[in-house]
């Protein structure tokens, strides 16, 4: 009470913050935080513990009780929330303004609006979220992360894990979301959404591919960049009719966010500057894209700096290469606002926080990263988005950045930050109707059905023609059990797809999976290009190797990988920075 007196609870210090999207009057935004410090029952303070969800006011205003936030999901009764989900991550509020998806559930206040106060802990249940993945509709259903609302608030997108050939992989869905008040079969036997009408967003023909071979010239490697790659979805347009998702690199390396129209499939390339860029969000107009990138922290030049590298060793290289973009759990993310016809030239987007004189606790402080995800206001005129404070073992220690102490009340080390775009003028929000169930691209998923392999080109030698001149020659080597590309060795000969720049030079790459989230890469590199940016791609003599698991994000490497751009060298970072 001495540090809350309306009783309310508190957030802690070092853990459990994560900010969601506006609330349909853009005068509030969700989040989940981590309450620590709650009373024991029967105190009516000892329900604000552990993950919740909450919403905070954006105008200024208080609810009922003086604080600028309300929990939705303190206290509430255990027979309204049945069969719930633990994870309460990326809360998403509907467009009624009287439900939330957070994680795999949704939060429901039946009649009132969550902001209203005849929302109490007594009128809000808790559904799970359910995908059937039995023929029979038996078990708990199938595992799904990443979920991300369609404005249409009737279709959700989400991402679900493989494991295959001792790799781990991953689809992208689109389903229905139908509320089922009694269901029969499988787990929880308790009022739940159904996932139904869903689409694999995949294809399984060899010449939907990224790259592929075209059985008509069995030499011949081709590059289709207008192929749909949903490597994991990101979210949708918001007028619900593109889904976004990382895809397979348009340049070697370069691991980009994409959007493709669920009908049409027409791709659009969102992002291209080749730091990473992952968390996105487009703003109602569709003119704007703000992006969580690296960009200006050089994390990710030395694999990527050189521009035009065709993505030919990228078919095994991703996993590992989107992975250096961490340093465990500190993200190197800022945010970036992108005009509608992305990244070119001089034109690399703004970073939205880059006032201020960078000490700590500033806007810009290098030390506070961006996390996922940003959201637009419904008028266009902010972006919510949150900040963790980089804290050991990523500082400190062993680690060259020394440990900033927080400059946030009570020393927390995560917080909710609003950019306020002053010249915009509100605009309504768009009217959504619900997109179609079926995707004529994608693939209609039968439940028990068996999950597919993405193909890739076999063993074989082949060449690749550049768009201007030169070629690429390729040979290709699957692994024992032809379940996967073992390695990629490719020689480049007056190679230009622009006519601006010409590649010379080798790499060859070669890929294992030491454990289903663990990639090694033993890489040699030694190019060079000239034109309009003279840059080379080396490794030492003795290759540069590489071990990251794709879920710490824990870089570990010996032999070195410099990327030298107009005479700027780009290294690879210390071990475990």
Not at 427 to 448: K, N
């Amino acid at each position: 009470m001495a540090v809350n007196p309306h009783g309310t609870g508190c957030i802690g210090q070092s853990v459990g913050l994560q900010s969601g999207g506006y609330l349909p009057d853009g005068h509030a935004v969700s989040a989940m935080v981590s309450f620590a410090g709650a009373p024991a029952a029967p105190d009516p303070a000892s329900v604000y513990a552990g993950p919740q969800i909450i919403i905070v006011r954006t105008d200024g205003t208080t609810f009922p009780g003086g604080d600028a936030w309300k929990c939705v999901t303190c206290g509430v009764p255990a027979a309204n929330q049945a069969g719930r989900n633990e994870a309460l991550d990326y809360p998403q509020p509907f467009n009624d303004g009287k439900r939330i998806l957070a994680g795999t559930n949704v939060i429901d206040c039946g009649s009132f609006k969550l902001a209203d106060t005849g929302c109490a802990p007594g009128r809000v249940h808790v559904y799970p979220v359910r995908f059937n993945n039995t023929a029979d509709g038996s078990g708990k259903g199938g595992s799904i992360r990443e979920l991300r609302l369609n404005p249409d608030n009737v279709h959700l997108g989400f991402n679900s894990f493989t494991f295959s050939g001792g790799a781990i992989g991953q689809f992208g869905y689109l389903g229905r979301l139908t509320f089922n008040p009694n269901p029969t079969t499988g787990t929880p036997l308790a009022a739940r959404y159904d996932l139904t009408s869903v689409t694999r967003l995949f294809d399984t023909a060899t010449d939907k591919q990224t790259v592929y071979v075209d059985p008509a010239h069995p030499g011949q490697l081709t590059i289709n960049r207008n192929a749909i790659s949903v490597g994991e979805l990101r979210g949708f347009s918001k007028d619900g009719k593109e889904v976004t998702y990382i895809g397979y690199p348009d340049e070697s390396s370069n691991i980009d966010v994409f959007a493709a129209d669920l009908t049409t499939g027409k791709v659009r390339r969102l992002t291209s500057n080749p730091e990473y860029t992952d968390p996105i969000d487009l703003s109602p107009d569709g003119d704007w894209t703000v992006a969580m990138d690296t960009r200006g922290s050089d994390r990710q030049e030395f694999l990527a700096g050189m521009r035009g590298i065709p993505p030919i060793t990228d078919l095994v290289t991703p996993g590992a290469v989107s992975s250096v973009r961490n340093n465990g759990t500190r993200r190197f993310f800022q945010p970036i606002l992108i005009d509608r016809y992305g990244d070119r030239g001089t034109y690399q987007g703004q970073q939205i926080n880059a006032a201020g004189d960078g000490s700590p606790g500033a806007i810009n402080d290098p030390n506070w990263n961006g996390e996922a995800d940003p959201r637009w206001s419904p008028d266009g005129t902010a972006v919510v988005y949150w900040q963790a404070l980089a804290t050991p073992p990523a500082c400190g220690g062993a680690n060259p950045l020394t440990c900033e102490t927080s400059t946030e009340p009570g020393g927390r080390t995560a917080r909710l930050m609003i950019a306020t775009f002053t010249s915009r003028k509100p605009a309504p929000a768009p009217t959504v109707a619900p997109i179609s169930d079926t995707v004529p691209w994608g693939t209609p998923y039968v439940p028990g059905s068996p999950i597919p392999t993405r193909p890739f080109p076999p063993t074989g030698s082949y060449t690749l023609a550049g768009a201007k001149t030169g070629t690429a020659a390729v040979t290709i080597t699957e692994n024992a059990a032809k379940t996967a590309i073992d390695t990629i060795a490719v020689r480049y000969t007056n190679y230009s797809d622009d006519g601006l720049r010409t590649l010379n030079g080798t790499e060859k790459v070669t890929a294992a999976a030491p454990s289903l989230t663990v990639s090694k890469l033993d890489w040699y590199s030694d190019l060079t290009q000239t034109g309009i940016t003279p840059s080379t791609k080396k490794t030492s003599p003795d290759g540069f190797h590489l071990t990251i698991d794709l879920l710490t994000n824990d870089f570990q490497a010996t032999g070195t990988m410099t990327t030298t751009i107009n005479g700027h060298a780009y290294h690879q970072p210390q071990n475990s920075t």
